[in-house]
């Protein structure tokens, strides 16, 4: 599976973006699909996420109630709906999946095998 991550850009604070993840190679409907974020210096942490199938969503508590995971089976696609953004949401995002991922791994980005490029968010004050 291929993915490619778009959308991101220069937003304002309190502004909003959606992040965009289309996959290629593989339908990956029942694939774990979450989104991470990295800022420079710091360690990559856990955004948001389906889990396998879709019947769940996770997310961290520093984005709930600002962003939404979102996806279409039919485009093969996820997103991230990103509202109320902050200067401490600028980072790299990127997109990942994975096949026989486990909920209780749901927010560890060392256990997903696909990964797209990033794309850069930068919030600005």
């Known amino acids: 599976v291929q993915l490619q991550a778009s959308g991101g850009g220069l937003v304002q604070a309190g502004g909003s973006l959606r992040l965009s993840c289309v996959a290629s190679?593989?339908?990956?409907?029942?694939?774990?699909k979450g989104w991470f974020r990295q800022s420079p210096g710091k360690e990559r942490e856990f955004v948001a996420a389906?889990?396998?199938?879709?019947?769940?969503?996770y997310y961290a508590d520093s984005v709930k109630g600002r962003f939404t995971i979102s996806r279409d089976n039919a485009k093969n696609s996820v997103y991230l709906q990103m509202n109320s953004l902050k200067p401490e949401d600028t980072a790299v995002y990127y997109c990942a999946a994975d096949p026989g991922l486990i909920s209780s791994s749901i927010t560890r980005w060392d256990e997903y095998d696909y990964w797209g490029k990033g794309t850069l968010v930068t919030v600005s004050s």
């Open positions: 389906f889990s396998r199938g879709g019947g769940s969503t």
């Open positions: 190679g593989r339908t990956f409907s029942r694939y774990a």
